[in-house]
């Protein structure tokens, strides 16, 4: 069984949806897929903060199985946990919302698996999964890629938390997850989560950036992460160009070796808005 872990709200649904797409597609393997997501209802902070909704996880779990009856999509409420940890928090505004910190929440989250590979929503595997799940950390917290920028401006081994394999039993042997909650409860932080992360790690295992490649797609790219960036031209800018955006990504990235995820998308998404008017 392959887990991976998705967190956020019903607005990101379409980066859920491209993203599994792209794994399912790209792996040639029979082992099923468990799609488990953390979502939440923080609406008291901003309207449109609301949890994946029945509907989305209902067509989510019938795409999955069209690939193997055995995949999965499990749909996990952690707002009760939100509230009793990080209501008020200093990094509540985080610098991108406060679905980024509830993956802090994998070690109190009843059944997580022991391996668990975190994904930001905007993800494309290039290649098959397994290149990267079957990597060992066994003697690790979790495996991740160096940040495409921090590694230049902060720190060479300065990870991006986009892109995360977790060993979960070592991170609850030396509560990894727990002292990242205590950092994000007493300090603003300028990355929130992924800086609590880093802060708290007692040791981690360093992948190539072909792992978690934020700037450029080559043949080797396992995973592109269509993360913000910045653009020299026509004069220096940053862009968030996310991987259903697909005419801007096509007209700015020229990229093609996707068309086949992002054409199944389009008709998935359809079908999907069709049967929920």
Not at 89 to 103: D, G, K, M, V
Not at 142 to 171: E, Q, S, T, W
Not at 218 to 245: A, E, G, M
Not at 260 to 276: C, H, P, Q, T, V
């Amino acid at each position: 069984m392959v887990n991976v872990l998705y967190c956020g709200n019903e607005a990101v649904f379409d980066g859920f949806m491209t993203s599994a797409l792209s794994i399912l597609k790209r792996t040639d393997s029979q082992e099923p897929f468990s799609f488990h997501l953390f979502t939440m209802d923080v609406s008291h902070l901003k309207e449109n903060y609301v949890p994946i909704t029945e509907e989305q996880i209902i067509f989510f779990d019938k795409v999955v199985k069209v690939y193997n009856k055995d995949n999965s999509v499990r749909k996990y409420d952690v707002t009760d946990l939100y509230m009793k940890h990080f209501s008020g928090c200093p990094n509540e505004s985080a610098y991108c919302s406060p679905y980024t910190l509830i993956r802090l929440f994998a070690d109190l989250v009843p059944d997580m698996p022991d391996k668990l590979l975190y994904l930001d929503a905007d993800i494309m595997f290039n290649r098959d999964i397994h290149l990267l799940y079957d990597i060992d950390v066994t003697d690790y917290e979790y495996a991740a890629a160096n940040d495409h920028y921090g590694k230049y401006l902060i720190n060479p081994r300065y990870i991006n938390a986009g892109v995360i394999l977790f060993n979960m039993k070592r991170c609850r042997e030396t509560g990894l997850f727990q002292k990242a909650r205590e950092w994000i409860c007493k300090k603003k932080l300028t990355f929130a989560d992924q800086s609590a992360l880093i802060r708290s790690t007692t040791r981690k295992k360093l992948l190539p950036q072909r792992f978690n490649d934020q700037k450029f797609l080559h043949k080797h790219t396992v995973v592109r992460h269509f993360s913000k960036r910045l653009f020299y031209l026509p004069y220096p800018h940053t862009d968030n160009i996310k991987q259903w955006h697909v005419e801007k990504m096509h007209k700015v990235f020229h990229y093609t070796q996707f068309d086949d995820i992002l054409s199944e998308y389009s008709r998935l998404k359809a079908e999907f808005n069709k049967g929920n008017r």
